[in-house]
């Protein structure tokens, strides 16, 4: 994230916006919290948790040496609606959401 920040700043001198809008979603099934594999925890939290995080540690400092920029981060408010006994998606719903 640090050079993909580097890299825009170098090629277009600044930012204005940064949306964060990655997210695994579409291949998880709904799993008990007892059965899922740490592997497939992990690269969920990697992607909807880490990324945006690092892409605001990242971006932003750049925006307040400007004194302008928006950050837009989406993510889903559906966290609250996870089944009974089952976690894969609402625990990285929670953790961004604002």
Known sequence: M??????????????????????LFAPLQ?????EIDTAVWDRVMAINLRGPFLMVKHAAPQMRARGYGKIINIGLAAFSTASHGCCTTSPRRAGSWR
């Open 2 to 23: 640090k050079a993909l920040v580097a890299e825009t700043m170098e090629r277009f001198g600044q930012i204005d916006i940064l949306v964060n809008n990655a997210a």
């Open 30 to 34: 709904e799993t008990k919290c007892t």
